[in-house]
């Protein structure tokens, strides 16, 4: 299996404009799960994923975010408009819910200048 | 509450030195796991451990979930051990179950 496959790997943006992160899941894992990691917070948890519906989305900063995750196989993370202060490095992973272990993708280097 | 905390947060070490990180975990998380960030950043995963002990080369993980801890043992450091080690664990309860929690991690330097 290719792993989670997260993609832009990199993506420098204006401010005020719309981003989107893509994620694909390991075949089979039926969590998801978004974070976001920067040098003050660290990790943190964004949104949860389980058989596609949103579990828990308390972590999404504010309405300028949102995530879908319309099938089994692919996850988006929008940004409308975006801010300097949203740059980080924002990671996918996912798991079986029934064994539970969760593997990250390589995550998606966010700048907005 | 949900908690993982992770100790020390900072380690440095001598290469070929030993070393045990710690993680405790509150009674609302279970299904431990122990990641190393590289210097890339990427999250490598190393053991999913629940309950009991694995090995695996150099590493090994012992998690003793009646008394919420958790312990990974880095023996004949490397270099290449260098980055941040986080363990993490999925909320038992509530609306956030299944959520994967961090502790803030320990971050590892080996010097040469």
């Known amino acids: 299996d290719a792993g989670v496959i997260q993609s832009p790997r990199h993506e420098v943006t204006e401010m005020g404009q719309e981003v989107t992160l893509r994620c694909k899941p390991i075949s089979g894992h039926n969590s998801l799960f978004w974070y976001r990691q920067t040098m003050m917070r660290g990790l943190e948890l964004l949104i949860y994923f389980n058989n596609n519906v949103p579990i828990d989305d308390s972590g999404m900063p504010e309405d300028r975010f949102s995530a879908k995750m319309p099938n089994a196989s692919f996850s988006t993370l929008k940004i409308q408009p975006s801010e300097p202060r949203d740059s980080a490095v924002y990671f996918c992973a996912s798991g079986q819910s029934a064994i539970l272990e969760a593997f990250f993708g390589q995550g998606t280097r966010l700048t907005v200048v | 509450g949900i908690q993982v905390e992770q100790s020390p947060p900072d380690l440095i070490l001598q290469e070929g030195a030993n070393s045990t990180l710690r993680c405790n975990f509150s009674?609302?998380?279970?299904?431990l796991q122990w990641f190393h960030q590289n210097p890339w950043g990427q999250l490598i995963n190393l053991f999913y451990?629940?309950?009991g002990t694995k090995q695996n080369g150099r590493l090994s993980a012992t998690t003793v979930a009646t008394e919420r801890y958790s312990l990974l043992y880095i023996s004949s450091s490397q270099t290449t051990d260098s980055g941040v080690y986080f363990c993490?664990?999925?909320?038992?309860?509530?609306?956030?179950?299944?959520?994967?929690?961090f502790g803030k991690g320990t971050k590892l330097s080996v010097k040469p």
């Open positions: 993490a664990g999925h909320a038992r309860y509530g609306g956030s179950q299944g959520n994967l929690i």
């Open positions: 009674d609302s998380v279970n299904n």
């Open positions: 451990i629940p309950s």
